[in-house]
């Protein structure tokens, strides 16, 4: 039933380095595209979201690119940083399904 | 105060064992939801609710059940406990797309 697919499963980054980590849908009904930040003991948090109607979006570091052909979207991470170290999840807003989680970790 | 809080927030039963978690929420979102975090399984809906009345099954529901007492009041029940449903509950809201997660309870059947 899953129909978020996330990659890489684990990401190692040095300090300064760009991370990538990318989701693929399958259902061309979604009309949100987030992706939400865990750290150890608490609970996902919404890092940053995208609708269908733009290619790009760009809050500080993190950026997420949506290939609406490819049926595809991106968390860039630029200028990495150890407390950027978390889990990300990409989720389908509409049915509440996540992907199974990219660790990231970013060595000083 | 915490929008989204959970109690217990750790517990350890037994197998066989009835046991209730529950969420409360400050933010006066209708939309309420329990999932549960495996390792490498990322985040699975287990019940959803997007008003008083309106219950509805998630993906792995199967030994859970589920009770909306108000608008801010979600719990989630585990009738018998099998030591597979040794996980990370967590609970949240939202009144559309973002979800604002609780901090989790860390649930362990021996």
């Known amino acids: 039933q899953q129909q978020v697919k996330q990659s890489p499963q684990s990401l190692i980054v040095q300090k300064g380095g760009i991370s990538i980590i990318n989701c693929a849908y399958e259902n061309t009904a979604f009309d949100y595209f987030p992706w939400y930040q865990q750290f150890p003991g608490k609970g996902p948090a919404l890092l940053i979201a995208?609708?269908?109607?733009?290619s790009e979006k760009k809050e500080g570091r993190f950026t997420i690119s949506f290939n609406k052909s490819a049926k595809q979207f991106s968390l860039h991470i630029m200028d990495s940083q150890p407390g950027d170290s978390a889990t990300y999840f990409c989720a389908n807003a509409g049915k509440s399904t996540f992907g199974d989680g990219t660790t990231l970790t970013v060595k000083p | 105060d915490a929008d989204v809080t959970q109690t217990p927030r750790n517990r350890i039963t037994k197998t066989g064992k009835r046991i209730m978690l529950e969420c409360s929420q400050t933010?006066?979102?209708?939309?309420m939801y329990w999932y549960r975090q495996d390792p490498g399984l990322g985040l699975r809906l287990i019940y959803y609710?997007?008003?008083?009345?309106?219950?509805n099954k998630g993906e792995i529901s199967d030994g859970y059940s589920v009770s909306r007492q108000a608008q801010a009041k979600f719990s989630l029940s585990l009738e018998s406990a099998i030591p597979n449903q040794t996980a990370l509950y967590f609970c949240?809201?939202?009144?559309?797309?973002?979800?604002?997660f609780g901090p989790g309870t860390r649930l362990t059947v021996l």
């Open positions: 949240a809201t939202s009144r559309l797309n973002e979800q604002f």
């Open positions: 609710s997007f008003d008083v009345k309106d219950i």
């Open positions: 995208i609708r269908p109607d733009v």
């Open positions: 933010k006066g979102h209708d939309r």
